[in-house]
T-cell receptor
């Protein structure tokens, strides 16, 4: 079983739509959780950290369910510029490398 | 935010040559840097963890004699692809995690290597 699993998509949605991505992780020792965004042939960029209480940043809402080992990202009012690959990322204590999911591809269509 | 500079951004070389990629943390010290490789439409794959002043830790299946990593200072790590072959053509990305900024990881802009 992969350590971090995501639906690869693609998700093709019209502008203005709400879209949700899910991610599951297998290691209960995971301590930190993030969503990164990666554009084609570019480096990943941190979108937001994910906290147990849930957190929101503008049109983006992230939630963590530790009991189910499940992370979600909700994007409201999708923009064309939201088209990218969204990476679910899990971290551990110390200098252990972060573990990346394979990413979910989103295409927002006019 | 923290800045990681990676050079060169693009390299085209002949088969058999060696290519060096530099990764610098510009505004923080990074005792640990990570090197990833990404093939088209594939996920990021961790190649190795670069530790300042000591040997790098390589992931299973990554040849340490082919992908030489040097982390001689707290702000610079280099990856050298020795005797490059066409199958080494890929997008190589470095990253660093500032000790004072918690678990967040900051990435260099990547190097697109094309071996002819």
């Amino acid at each position: 079983r992969k350590e971090v699993e995501q639906d690869p998509g693609p998700f093709n949605v019209p502008e203005g739509a709400t879209v949700a991505f899910n991610c599951t992780y297998s290691n209960s020792a995971s301590q930190s959780f993030f969503w990164y965004r990666q554009d084609c042939r570019k480096e990943p960029k941190l979108l937001m950290s994910v906290y147990s209480s849930g957190n929101e940043d503008g049109r983006f809402t992230a939630q963590l369910n530790r009991a189910s080992q499940y992370i979600s990202l909700l994007i409201r009012d999708s923009k064309l510029s939201d088209s990218a690959t969204y990476l679910c990322v899990v971290g551990y204590s110390g200098n252990t490398p972060l573990v990346f999911g394979k990413g979910t591809r989103l295409s927002v269509i006019a | 935010g923290a800045v990681v500079s990676q050079h060169p951004s693009r390299v085209i070389c002949k088969s058999g040559t060696s290519v060096k990629i530099e990764c610098r943390s510009l505004d923080f010290q990074a005792t640990t840097m990570f090197w990833y490789r990404q093939f088209p439409k594939q996920s990021l794959m961790l190649m190795a963890t670069s530790n300042e002043g000591s040997k790098a830790t390589y992931e299973q299946g990554v040849e340490k004699d082919k992908f030489l990593i040097n982390h001689a200072s707290l702000t610079l790590s280099t990856l050298t692809v020795t005797s490059a072959h066409p199958e080494d053509s890929s997008f190589y990305i470095c990253s660093a995690r500032p000790a004072l900024k918690g678990e967040k990881l900051f990435f260099g802009s990547g190097t697109q290597l094309s071996v002819l």
